[in-house]
């Protein structure tokens, strides 16, 4: 059959130079493509013998093979599989026009990044004309398993391309790529360069199944030699997807170095995570739990861990859809069997597979952390002390995780020194007649066990948790309960520790509200815009005084925090508790109702609301103000 000569329709001609000039920031991919596409005919190949074994094919030795030649630059990626007949070299490589191609063509001009326009490539499927970004020319060579006859395709990309018979084809089929000169600045790199070669295919192919070769280099210039025997192809890839095999094939060492290379770190993982779905969509999963947290971990830029693979090819780094951003720690590979391999983050986003497997890892890693803490509780220690923070951030924005989270979240509390408490222990060690779980927040531990909050619970025996994650002021208002039980800080609200033994306080306190009603009220102006109000307290028991929160009112942290991430909020007034039985305070009423001249009283007033303030770790709102008020009653005082 004579060589014929077809062109490319109007649009598919457009879209074609679209692709080459335009779309793929990264032109490395073309070689991806190419090993992507040979593996998938070898693939064929082998199910195809296995289904008919009459079949006239050679399956002993199923591989890639690369071929450089310098002098005429040219790049061939060959293999040796199920190849295409001359008809179906016109359907699938010939022409890229089919319907749909106009709208392509559109959603492509309106893309409004690389990013957009390479995810809508990938929905189209055309990755073998990627081969043209870094190509003049391109010649297709293929013989069909079974078939006599192959058939050679060759195009320049411009609009038309040529269909051939040739007798001598081998099995299989073969890609040659005639390189344009390398032009670093517009990202084309020197193709023709083994070295480039080595890297594009560790990074991208180095998983694939079949072996992939590179042939010695070939040069004009090289000659017979001196009789030694000419060196053998070099196999590139290690074909050691470990995620593919069983679990009682691969060596905890062996995880331990992919481990380290996927997550450039030098000390073995925590805790390795495998996981295998089967179905209408099937994926592997290979996960580690770090035993270190990244110095990155908090920083707005921090790179996520999983990298997306589709058939062992390499599809990306730190992909952002397969975890929750609260475990952006951990470290893996995830492997599709049924994802475009030019699939984008956009596209990522909105894939309903992509988001079953979201939630089953999410569920996996969750579940790896309970059986850690169930049974060995030293390296669970590690994993909470390491990533615990990052992982009370899910308790706010992963309503369906959250009773995992609880479960597998621990606190320091005033119940042990040293050993944190979870909430169900915290729970089952409540007193009788006790309904809420209490907890204070603040930046350090010993400042949060010295604060006058805690003094009525500390003489009742109360256990309160200690909090001082910054996230925790967020996380705790959020989930508001646990089995019933409301988390309650101790910072916040009415607090009534007594119980059915103690209703004879309830006499007591009303009297002492009597009592103290005038002084109350004339504070309550006094200190009108810096407070809320002023009231007796039933925490106290050491302190004269304290500050408190309304039951719904952020906390001074809370807006502290909600400013550092530039949202402006309102300065809530607070709450003035003053403890009855505190000299000072039953001073500070008697000289009200004896003096009729209540200037210095205003002062003390100030003075104490300050110590109150400056109690909790604030700062008074006039600090000079307050040290010139303090040193002037010291010099009285001597």
Known sequence: MPTETFEFQVEARQLLQLMIHSVYSNKDVFLRELVSNASDALDKL?????????????VSDLHIEIDIDKDARTLTVRDNGVGMSYDEVGQLIGTIANSGTAQFLQDLREAKDAAGEEGLIGQFGVGFYSGFMVADEVTLLTRRAGQAQGTRWTSRGEGTYTLETVDDAPQGTSVTLHLKPADPENQLHDYASPWKIKEIIKRYSDFITWPIRLEPERSAAAGDGDGDEAPGPETLNSMKALWARSRDEVSDDEYHELYKHIGHDWRDPLETIRLQAEGTFEYQALLFLPAHAPHDLFTRDAKRGVQLYVKRVFIMDDCEALLPPYLRFVKGVVDAADLSLNVSREILQQDRHIEMMRRRLTKKVLSTVKDLMAKDQERYGTFWREFGTVLKE?????????????????????????????LKQYVERMKDGQEDIYYLTGETRQSIENSPHME?????????LLLTDAVDEVWADAVGEYEGKTLRSVAKGQIDLDTKDEESSEDEREKQTEEFAGLLGWMREQLDEDIKDVRLSSRLTVSPACVVSDAHDLTPALENMYRAMGQEVPRAKRILELNPDHQLVKG????????????????????????????????PKEPARFVKLMATRLERAL
């Open 46 to 58: 082998r199910l195809e013998k296995l289904w008919d074994d009459s079949l006239d094919a050679d």
């Open 456 to 464: 009525a619970f500390r003489d009742r025996g109360i256990e309160v």
């Open 588 to 619: 500070l009423n008697q000289a009200y109702k004896e003096r009729e001249d209540r200037s210095e009283l205003a002062e003390t007033a100030e003075l104490l609301h300050g110590l109150a303030v400056l109690a909790e770790g604030g700062q």
């Open 394 to 422: 899910g308790l706010i924005t992963d309503s369906e995780n959250r009773d995992a989270l609880l479960a597998v979240a621990s606190f320091a509390s005033t119940h042990d020194d040293t050993e944190p408490t979870t």
